[in-house]
């Protein structure tokens, strides 16, 4: 069984019995739901009622005696605001009953005109009425509830663009209550600035465009507060338009993105900036490249990249370590922006490498200025720590559009100067020049494949006599290395041992060269042929290397040589790069028999006084004194000097590269005591040497 639907409760507020009568005989007769009924003679006694009654309905009269027409309607109002209203006015009261509906009422009827049905569709329709402005005034509740609950400020204008609400987010950052704001125009409350600093005005979207899903926060806006502040917002608008698709008012949806923006430039300065020293990384400095490219091919002025890298940073590194070295660098860092303009970009490529880029360059002879400006800056004393430090650097100069047009080529051009700089002695700049990218090239390639020829037995050894001049005899037989390539063919030693010195190859190739001639000597004494020495170059580099006594040691126990079979060719800028480590290896060498020569005498340091210092055995001329002989023959007194001075220490004396019977004349009326060159034998493979020692070679 269903439940009866509970009676209706109706109000009646009358104060004329007759018309109270009548209406309800109307209901009694054809009111077809339970209803019930009570009447109120004035509005006191009604107002009580409401007080303590719940009700459903209120018929009121506007014609009480306690409160007429529209004070009537408030008053019920405000009595029972949830319950529907119907007015009975006069006849021809339109205005009335207007006003009524306006303050709230649902609906009215004309006192005497009063029919069932129109009572009846009057009740119906303010209790419709009633329950649709309930729901919308929850919907409402519920959109501001919503609206205020939520992070994202939000606004929203009418067509005038005058405010019409303000959220609790958007009151806060804006600084004003939604009293404060609301009724002010929109562009007087919400004021937005743009990245360039103008004040700029919210632009509705067009109304077929739909919101943007984010906001937007990278066009870097500024919300200026009514107190000053400014604050990072992003933000959208969109129009809201009623059912014809008419726009009424938009809505400002915005947002504090401090944080967002904060964290976003936070990680673009460190994608682009060196997290060591904080200058601009590669990448920044390959767009500042190219936008000055971009700018100065219209003012016609150059653009110039220097590259720097600090020389023996490596050492610094390694004795001091790297906590050192970090700031060491930051140091550099703050001298090389310390040299140049705001204009211009200093930026660190990693390890101890750098790059300068002027991008206003009227002449060449500015860079050169701001290079020397660099390099003085470098070279004075670092303070780190407790450490003065001392480094140099060397540079390289590439200038925009003669020796490039693109970032990656100036770059790779000036690195190729800046090698040359670090050849030509370091602490100095150049600029590049074209040939120097043939050599680079070229360079790269023998070093590719220097890395292989070793392991795919591309070397071999020659070997030349020296003789003694007084007796004809060999003396001993220089190891001179022979490297074939695949391709290119023989290559001369000129052309690669310095390469192999810079990549770290002369190690492994010396040894090699060391252990095959010793062998060699050895192989020719146990074959019974004339004993004689072997000598054998060694680079700086190889002489330098901590371990360079222990692996010669190392490999004469290996082949079994005599150590006082072995002679090892040193030239003079190798013993005067550091003199007291120096003398202690020369010392251990000497100690066990090795005997040492100076080779290319006169080339190097002019100092003579290392000769005394140093435990040396032999001096031997450079070929190019030996030359003025036949070529300037009055120009001898340097291979006669030499032969002194050699005389005088002790030592014995070789002259190098003689080719000519003038030559070796010259030399043994000198009384040099051994001579070398094509005169008496070229570099001969190891058979033909053989064959040599067995004949020997004819000296006039
Ligand atoms: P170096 O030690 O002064 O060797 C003498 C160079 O002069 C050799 O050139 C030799 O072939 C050349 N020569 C000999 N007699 C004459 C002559 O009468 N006239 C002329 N014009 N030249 C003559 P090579 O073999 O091309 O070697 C050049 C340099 O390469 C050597 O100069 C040496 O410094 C270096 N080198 C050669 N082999 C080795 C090696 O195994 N290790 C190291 N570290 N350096 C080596
Ligand atoms: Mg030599
Ligand atoms: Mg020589």
């Given at each position: 069984?269903?439940?009866?639907?509970?009676?209706?409760?109706?109000?009646?507020?009358?104060?004329?019995?007759?018309?109270?009568?009548?209406?309800?005989?109307?209901?009694?007769?054809?009111?077809?739901?339970?209803?019930?009924?009570?009447?109120?003679?004035?509005?006191?006694?009604?107002?009580?009622?409401?007080?303590?009654?719940?009700?459903?309905?209120?018929?009121?009269?506007?014609?009480?005696?306690?409160?007429?027409?529209?004070?009537?309607?408030?008053?019920?109002?405000?009595?029972?605001?949830?319950?529907?209203?119907?007015?009975?006015?006069?006849?021809?009261?339109?205005?009335?009953?207007?006003?009524?509906?306006?303050?709230?009422?649902?609906?009215?009827?004309?006192?005497?005109?009063?029919?069932?049905?129109?009572?009846?569709?009057?009740?119906?329709?303010?209790?419709?009425?009633?329950?649709?402005?309930?729901?919308?005034?929850?919907?409402?509740?519920?959109?501001?509830?919503?609206?205020?609950?939520?992070?994202?400020?939000?606004?929203?204008?009418?067509?005038?663009?005058?405010?019409?609400?303000?959220?609790?987010?958007?009151?806060?950052?804006?600084?004003?209550?939604?009293?404060?704001?609301?009724?002010?125009?929109?562009?007087?409350?919400?004021?937005?600035?743009?990245?360039?600093?103008?004040?700029?005005?919210?632009?509705?979207?067009?109304?077929?465009?739909?919101?943007?899903?984010?906001?937007?926060?990278?066009?870097?806006?500024?919300?200026?507060?009514?107190?000053?502040?400014?604050?990072?917002?992003?933000?959208?608008?969109?129009?809201?338009?009623?059912?014809?698709?008419?726009?009424?008012?938009?809505?400002?949806?915005?947002?504090?993105?401090?944080?967002?923006?904060?964290?976003?430039?936070?990680?673009?300065?460190?994608?682009?900036?060196?997290?060591?020293?904080?200058?601009?990384?590669?990448?920044?400095?390959?767009?500042?490249?190219?936008?000055?490219?971009?700018?100065?091919?219209?003012?016609?002025?150059?653009?110039?990249?220097?590259?720097?890298?600090?020389?023996?940073?490596?050492?610094?590194?390694?004795?001091?370590?790297?906590?050192?070295?970090?700031?060491?660098?930051?140091?550099?860092?703050?001298?090389?922006?310390?040299?140049?303009?705001?204009?211009?970009?200093?930026?660190?490529?990693?390890?101890?490498?750098?790059?300068?880029?002027?991008?206003?360059?009227?002449?060449?002879?500015?860079?050169?200025?701001?290079?020397?400006?660099?390099?003085?800056?470098?070279?004075?004393?670092?303070?780190?720590?407790?450490?003065?430090?001392?480094?140099?650097?060397?540079?390289?100069?590439?200038?925009?559009?003669?020796?490039?047009?693109?970032?990656?080529?100036?770059?790779?051009?000036?690195?190729?100067?800046?090698?040359?700089?670090?050849?030509?002695?370091?602490?100095?700049?150049?600029?590049?020049?074209?040939?120097?990218?043939?050599?680079?090239?070229?360079?790269?390639?023998?070093?590719?494949?220097?890395?292989?020829?070793?392991?795919?037995?591309?070397?071999?050894?020659?070997?030349?006599?020296?003789?003694?001049?007084?007796?004809?005899?060999?003396?001993?037989?220089?190891?001179?290395?022979?490297?074939?390539?695949?391709?290119?063919?023989?290559?001369?030693?000129?052309?690669?041992?310095?390469?192999?010195?810079?990549?770290?190859?002369?190690?492994?190739?010396?040894?090699?060269?060391?252990?095959?001639?010793?062998?060699?000597?050895?192989c020719w004494a146990a074959a019974g042929l004339p004993l004689v020495t072997m000598a054998v170059n060694i680079s700086g580099k190889e002489f330098q290397n901590d371990n360079f006594v222990d692996d010669v040691f190392a490999i004469l126990k290996e082949t079994g040589l005599d150590p006082r079979s072995l002679e090892l060719e040193l030239t003079e800028s190798v013993l005067m790069k550091s003199a007291a480590s120096t003398q202690a290896t020369l010392r251990a060498l000497r100690d066990q028999g090795i005997r040492l020569a100076i080779d290319d005498f006169g080339t190097g340091y002019s100092s003579l006084s290392y000769l005394t210092t140093f435990p040396i055995d032999t001096l031997k001329i450079d070929q190019s004194f030996?030359?003025?002989?036949?070529?300037?023959?009055?120009?001898?007194?340097?291979?006669?000097?030499?032969?002194?001075?050699?005389?005088?220490?002790?030592?014995?004396?070789?002259?190098?590269?003689?080719?000519?019977?003038?030559?070796?004349?010259?030399?043994?009326?000198?009384?040099?005591?051994?001579?070398?060159?094509?005169?008496?034998?070229?570099?001969?493979?190891?058979?033909?040497?053989?064959?040599?020692?067995?004949?020997?070679?004819?000296?006039?």
């Amino acid at each position: 069984m269903t439940a009866e639907p509970p009676a209706m409760r109706i109000v009646l507020i009358e104060d004329n019995l007759g018309d109270a009568r009548l209406m309800r005989e109307m209901f009694r007769e054809s009111l077809n739901f339970a209803y019930q009924l009570t009447q109120q003679g004035s509005m006191a006694k009604a107002l009580r009622f409401l007080a303590g009654n719940p009700v459903d309905v209120i018929l009121l009269d506007l014609g009480l005696p306690d409160a007429g027409g529209i004070e009537a309607v408030r008053m019920a109002r405000a009595a029972a605001p949830n319950v529907p209203l119907v007015v009975m006015t006069g006849r021809d009261d339109d205005a009335l009953a207007a006003q009524a509906l306006h303050a709230g009422a649902q609906d009215y009827l004309i006192k005497g005109q009063l029919d069932l049905r129109a009572m009846l569709r009057a009740i119906r329709y303010a209790i419709e009425r009633k329950s649709m402005e309930d729901t919308l005034f929850l919907e409402k509740e519920r959109a501001q509830v919503t609206l205020n609950s939520i992070a994202d400020a939000v606004i929203s204008t009418n067509t005038s663009g005058a405010i019409t609400f303000v959220n609790h987010a958007a009151g806060r950052l804006i600084g004003l209550s939604a009293g404060q704001s609301i009724g002010r125009p929109l562009r007087e409350v919400l004021r937005i600035r743009d990245a360039d600093g103008a004040e700029t005005a919210i632009k509705p979207r067009p109304a077929a465009s739909k919101p943007d899903p984010k906001l937007d926060a990278t066009a870097n806006s500024m919300l200026i507060r009514d107190d000053g502040q400014a604050i990072p917002i992003g933000y959208n608008v969109s129009s809201i338009q009623d059912r014809g698709g008419k726009t009424t008012g938009e809505v400002i949806v915005f947002r504090d993105v401090s944080l967002t923006r904060a964290i976003t430039q936070q990680m673009t300065h460190s994608a682009q900036h060196d997290f060591l020293t904080g200058l601009p990384n590669r990448m920044l400095l390959n767009d500042r490249i190219t936008q000055a490219i971009a700018l100065e091919a219209r003012n016609l002025r150059n653009v110039a990249m220097l590259c720097l890298d600090l020389d023996g940073f490596k050492h610094v590194n390694d004795s001091l370590g790297h906590p050192i070295g970090d700031k060491l660098l930051q140091s550099v860092a703050r001298r090389l922006e310390g040299c140049v303009r705001g204009s211009d970009t200093v930026s660190r490529q990693g390890g101890d490498e750098f790059v300068v880029l002027l991008s206003e360059v009227a002449h060449a002879e500015d860079v050169a200025i701001t290079a020397k400006r660099l390099l003085e800056a470098v070279a004075h004393t670092h303070l780190i720590e407790e450490h003065e430090l001392h480094i140099t650097t060397s540079i390289g100069i590439s200038i925009y559009p003669d020796d490039g047009t693109e970032a990656e080529t100036l770059l790779k051009n000036a690195d190729t100067a800046m090698y040359q700089a670090k050849e030509g002695g370091r602490q100095t700049y150049r600029f590049f020049e074209p040939a120097m990218n043939l050599r680079a090239v070229e360079r790269q390639s023998i070093e590719e494949s220097l890395r292989r020829a070793l392991e795919r037995g591309e070397f071999a050894l020659h070997y030349q006599p020296k003789i003694d001049l007084l007796t004809g005899a060999i003396t001993s037989a220089e190891a001179l290395l022979r490297w074939t390539h695949p391709v290119r063919g023989p290559v001369p030693p000129v052309d690669f041992i310095a390469i192999a010195e810079n990549c770290g190859l002369i190690a492994p190739i010396g040894q090699w060269v060391l252990r095959e001639a010793c062998r060699q000597a050895q192989c020719w004494a146990a074959a019974g042929l004339p004993l004689v020495t072997m000598a054998v170059n060694i680079s700086g580099k190889e002489f330098q290397n901590d371990n360079f006594v222990d692996d010669v040691f190392a490999i004469l126990k290996e082949t079994g040589l005599d150590p006082r079979s072995l002679e090892l060719e040193l030239t003079e800028s190798v013993l005067m790069k550091s003199a007291a480590s120096t003398q202690a290896t020369l010392r251990a060498l000497r100690d066990q028999g090795i005997r040492l020569a100076i080779d290319d005498f006169g080339t190097g340091y002019s100092s003579l006084s290392y000769l005394t210092t140093f435990p040396i055995d032999t001096l031997k001329i450079d070929q190019s004194f030996v030359r003025q002989i036949s070529l300037i023959p009055a120009e001898t007194t340097i291979v006669t000097a030499v032969i002194g001075i050699a005389r005088n220490l002790n030592l014995r004396v070789v002259a190098e590269g003689v080719e000519t019977a003038e030559e070796l004349e010259f030399l043994q009326t000198k009384e040099c005591d051994e001579a070398q060159g094509y005169y008496f034998s070229r570099p001969i493979p190891p058979g033909q040497f053989a064959h040599l020692l067995h004949n020997g070679v004819t000296v006039q």
